[in-house]
């Protein structure tokens, strides 16, 4: 991000809303070729949840954005490990970014669900070692956006006070999208002169209120910036974003506008129920007839996130 400022000028949202509606007319245009022949060309991601994938008639489409907003403790990073097992299982390399653990972490809470991340290869962005065979998952936490930040201020010749800043740039949407096509790259899925991965590649990035914590007016220009940057038709991503309950409002408010797709989770004020009553809803996901009613969610060992409907 650039260091200029923290404010955004109305001629910056104008040139931002300008590419965002290009590229949203892009999208739109096959609107010429017959419905039942859109809707066969439309292939569905598997989002690892049967129950989910049901709700949306087979999965998320192709190349979405999904924004998984939601309370803490609702079950969003889980979600984010069954979509990332659901690609293992079927090949798709995997790019993930969290914010939140260590990537250890996440391996340990999946495995009580059944899902053992270790019998994939798996690569750290941080990591010194030699890189070896392609690995089937990139994992970016906290340390691999430290080192990219790093490398970026090394590489682009500026004044010492600016590569001081840089360098510790690490939860900056420049550095994420340094990272996640470093991480394309360790994947072998880039050919040169084309610009989406040539095989298709699950992104998970748990959380992008990481990158706005300490700005939240800035969330929505982040998500247009990362959007622009990081947005391909082969790459089917979740977004995480934390709900702030004292404003009742999304810290992720930017990204419920630019996604495809919002899964909003969130549960029962506990201080009168007395019990953790988890729910989700489909609050919108293009090309899909989806489900629009709301989910009971269980988290259950062994098994992970499981939803039943409310009826
Ligand atoms: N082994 C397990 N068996 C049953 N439930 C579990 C198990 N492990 C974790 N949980 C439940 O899952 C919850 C955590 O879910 P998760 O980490 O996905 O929440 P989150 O929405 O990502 O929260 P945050 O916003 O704080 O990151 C725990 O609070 C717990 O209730
Ligand atoms: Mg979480």
Redesign the pocket.
Known sequence: MSDKGIEISNEELLEIEKELKSLEEREKKPTTVAKSRIEKDITRISTGVPELDKALEGGVPKGSWVAIT??????????CMHFAWAGLRVGDPVVYVTT?AEFRDVIR?AK??GMDFEQYKIYDISSTKELGEIPNIVVIDIFGLLKVARQMSEAIPTDVETARKRRFAALDVQTLTAAIQEAYKILGVLKEGIKSPVRHVRLII??MSAFWADKPAMARKYSYDLKIAAHRDNVTTYL?S?YAMTTKSTFGFGLEHIADGVFY?WMDDVESTKE?ARYMIIKKMRMTNHARTAFRVE???GKGFVLESLK
């Open positions: 939601g309370e803490p403790g609702t079950g969003k990073s889980i979600l939140e809470q009580l669900f748990d959380s995480v934390q989770l953790v988290i259950l060992p």
